[in-house]
């Protein structure tokens, strides 16, 4: 794929791009400060319909497996993945860039439409930092679609809704408001931050090619 990229017109940056939101960033910035007191639990909550149409649309939507080979698709190994890695970033004890680690982790795997993977889980545990972690998505519910994080820390929880602004509740009441970034803006952010000693140095390179497209 890396040889494919070099010959390439277009650049192809494979990576999960909420990583590069710059209020995400911030707010992980301060919640590594330590400026909303220990962070006590994360969770999200999804429901993105998926008809029959979809699961036949390609021949690896759905499976496990295909051709001896591990495909793993599920609601939160492919639509939903990118909010459970935003759970896990966020519960990270090291530096900006860590990750917590979930021990134990407990699931429940449900499948309404006829493909080897789940398409609802309910999944919870611990990081190993002491932070309780909770996830439930679906692709098997009515249409209407919406998602919805949430951070309780020991000064404050943080709401990050399906669009729109972050939320930061205080307990006297007060608001705080994070203006939403576009996609336009996190796109351009993804670009910015990529590093000249990166594996994407050949997106980097040709990032202001006016048909330029990430693929995340």
Not at 62 to 89: P, Q, T, Y
Not at 105 to 113: D, S, T
Not at 163 to 170: A, F, N, Q
């Amino acid at each position: 794929m890396l040889q494919l990229e070099e010959k390439a017109v277009r650049p192809t940056v494979v990576w999960f791009q909420a990583l590069a939101d710059p209020r995400r960033l911030a707010l992980r910035e301060r919640i590594v400060a330590g400026e909303f007191g220990r962070l006590l639990s994360v969770a999200f909550s999804g429901f993105w319909p998926r008809e029959q149409a979809y699961h036949t649309s390609s021949r690896w939507v759905g499976c496990l497996k295909r051709d001896g080979e591990l495909i793993l698709d599920s609601v939160f190994g492919n639509a939903m993945a990118h909010f459970l890695n935003n759970l896990l970033f966020c519960c990270g004890t090291g530096d900006l860039w860590s990750w917590g680690e979930v021990k134990h982790p407990e699931a429940e795997l449900y499948r309404a439409h006829p493909i080897e993977s789940p398409d609802t889980a309910f999944v919870s545990g611990e990081t190993r930092g002491g932070v309780d972690l909770r996830f439930c998505g679906s692709h098997a519910c009515a249409n209407i679609w919406k998602h919805q994080e949430t951070l309780h820390a020991e000064h404050t929880s943080l709401v990050f809704p399906a669009s729109g602004d972050v939320v930061i509740l205080y307990p006297d009441g007060k608001r705080e408001v994070v203006p939403y970034v576009c996609g336009g803006g996190i796109r351009r952010a993804v670009y910015a931050s990529l590093s000249p000693q990166s594996c994407f140095t050949g997106a980097k390179r040709r990032h202001d090619h006016p048909g330029s497209a990430a693929f995340c």
